[in-house]
C-alpha cells in the first residue's frame, strides 16, 4: 500500500510569483485536505476535496485554490505570493470508510523570498 | 467552530521518565480527538485517536491518552521515556460534520540523557 506523496520536497519563489503544489492519495482514499504549517505553529486547515469537489475550507483568501482529478490525486496552487506564504504544506488523505482518519505526507517546504 | 489548546509549549524530560502532555479541546458536540508527533523535516503521524467508547485510549509506540469530558481534556501520556520520543507533539480534534480538524499549536518535547 503506497502511502501519501507529496512533490516538490522543496521549494523557493518570489513574492508575487505563482506555484503549485502536488498530491497524491493513499490507496483508496478518495478525500484529500490541505494544511499549511508555519515555523513553530500547527497546521491549519486550508481546504478539503472529496470527489473532485470543495468540501470545507479554512480561513485562506482566494489566492488559495485547489483541484481533484479523478484518480484522487490533487494539486493546490498559490497566486500571488506574500512572505507570509512560506511554510510547510501538509497533504492528508482519507476515506469515510476509515473513519476520515487523516493520513499525512511529508510535505512541501515553500520560501518565498 | 472547534479549537485546541495546548498549554505547554516545550517540556524536558529525562530518559525514562514519565511523560503527560497536556490537550484542552473546545467543541460543543462529541469531539473526534488525535495526537500526531512530528520530527523535524517531517509529516505527521498518528500515534492515537478517541472517536467514541472507551475513553482510555491506546496507541502506538507505547502512548496512550484519556478522554475527560468534564475537563475537556485528552492528555497524552507515556510511562518511560525514550531518547527517540524528542520531537513536536501535536494534539487535534475533528468532527464529522465538517470537515476540518483543528490542531494545538504543538508541544515541543526534549529528552535529557
Known amino acids: 500500500e503506497t502511502g501519501v506523496t507529496q512533490s516538490p520536497t522543496h521549494l523557493i519563489k518570489t513574492r508575487g510569483q505563482q506555484v503549485t503544489l502536488r498530491c497524491s492519495s493513499q490507496?483508496?482514499?478518495?478525500?484529500v485536505s490541505w494544511y499549511q504549517q508555519a515555523l513553530g505553529q500547527g497546521p491549519q486547515f486550508i481546504f478539503q476535496y472529496y470527489r473532485e469537489e470543495e468540501n470545507g475550507r479554512g480561513n485562506f483568501p482566494p489566492r488559495f485554490s485547489g483541484l481533484q482529478f479523478p484518480n484522487y490525486s490533487s494539486e493546490l496552487n498559490v497566486n500571488a505570493l506574500e512572505l507570509d506564504d512560506s511554510a510547510l504544506y501538509l497533504c492528508?488523505?482519507?476515506?469515510?470508510?476509515?473513519?476520515?482518519?487523516?493520513?499525512f505526507g511529508p510535505g512541501t517546504r515553500l520560501t518565498v523570498l | 467552530a472547534q479549537s485546541v489548546t495546548q498549554p505547554d509549549i516545550h517540556i524536558t524530560v529525562s530518559e525514562g521518565a514519565s511523560l503527560e502532555l497536556r490537550c484542552n479541546y473546545s467543541y460543543g458536540a462529541t469531539p473526534y480527538l488525535f495526537w500526531y508527533v512530528q520530527s523535524p523535516g517531517q509529516g505527521l503521524q498518528l500515534l492515537l485517536k478517541y472517536f467514541s467508547g472507551d475513553t482510555l485510549v491506546q496507541g502506538i509506540k507505547g502512548f496512550e491518552a484519556e478522554f475527560k469530558r468534564s475537563q475537556s481534556s485528552f492528555n497524552l501520556r507515556k510511562p518511560s521515556v525514550h531518547w527517540s520520543d524528542a520531537a513536536e507533539y501535536f494534539c487535534?480534534?475533528?468532527?464529522?460534520?465538517?470537515?476540518?480538524?483543528?490542531f494545538g499549536a504543538g508541544t515541543r518535547l526534549t529528552v535529557k540523557p
Open positions: 487535534a480534534v475533528g468532527n464529522m460534520e465538517n470537515n476540518d480538524m483543528r
Open positions: 490507496s483508496g482514499h478518495n478525500t
Open positions: 492528508a488523505s482519507s476515506t469515510p470508510d476509515q473513519g476520515n482518519e487523516q493520513f
